[in-house]
Structures are given as C-alpha cells and as structure tokens.
C-alpha cells in the first residue's frame, strides 16, 4: 500500500514559480508511475505530467508545455512539480497519485492511478 503526501501549494502572482513535493510511504517507489493532476472548481481533473521508469510524460495541454517539469528521487520516495510563469488558469487542487503499470497511453487517466495524496492547492492571483 502506497500512501502519498502533497506539499507546496499556497498562493502566488502570476509569473511566479513554486515547486511541489509529493511524499511516498511503501517500498518499491521507484517502480511506481507517478503522476500529477489538478482539478479546478467546477472542471474535471485534469492531467499535468508523469514519471515513470521509462520517463517522461508531459501534458498534451500547450498551455502547460514549458513550464512545468516533473521530476522524481528515488531515493527520498519523492516526486516533485516545478512550475515556472504561472498563470491565474493554473489555479486549482493538484494531485499526487501512483500506479504500478509503465504503460504509458493509460498515464493521462485518472481512473488509472490506484493510489492518490490528499490534495495540496494551488492559487495564482491575476
């Protein structure tokens, strides 16, 4: 069982930059896919990138492309977001989540991931 810790969030001018941090608990972290979500008041949720041992997967959103990177240690059991020239669009709930499967087209669904941390948020004033 993998339990998953989001930090981070608060709130920032747009332009601005943060970085969030998920915690894992459990063993085997590094075979895990993790992945980001957000979910904005009233939207669905919505995939911002994932990680797995393969690689990268990054947004198919343009508006996301170029700004935020997801990265992981291994070592510490945590995957990070770095998001760079925020904007008040990227306002939202975002998500940590983990997935045994590396079958990368299932990435982008949450309905996919088995684990998910409680949510940290995420304001950009305009």
């Known amino acids: 069982q993998v339990q998953l810790a989001e930090s981070g969030g608060g709130l920032v001018q747009a332009g601005g930059s943060l970085r969030l941090s998920c915690a894992a608990s459990g063993q085997s972290f590094s075979t895990y896919t993790m992945g980001w979500f957000r979910q904005a008041p009233g939207k669905e949720r919505e995939f911002v990138a994932a990680i797995s041992e393969s690689g990268i997967i990054p947004s198919r959103v343009d508006s996301m492309k170029g700004r935020f990177t997801i990265s992981r240690d291994n070592a510490k059991n945590t995957v990070y977001l770095q998001m760079n020239s925020l904007k008040s669009e990227d306002t939202g709930v975002y998500y940590c989540?983990?997935?045994?499967?590396?079958?990368?087209?299932?990435?982008?669904?949450?309905?996919?991931?088995?684990?998910w941390g409680q949510g940290t948020q995420v304001t950009v004033s305009s």
């Open positions: 989540a983990a997935r045994r499967s590396d079958y990368t087209p299932d990435h982008y669904y949450p309905a996919n991931y088995d684990h």
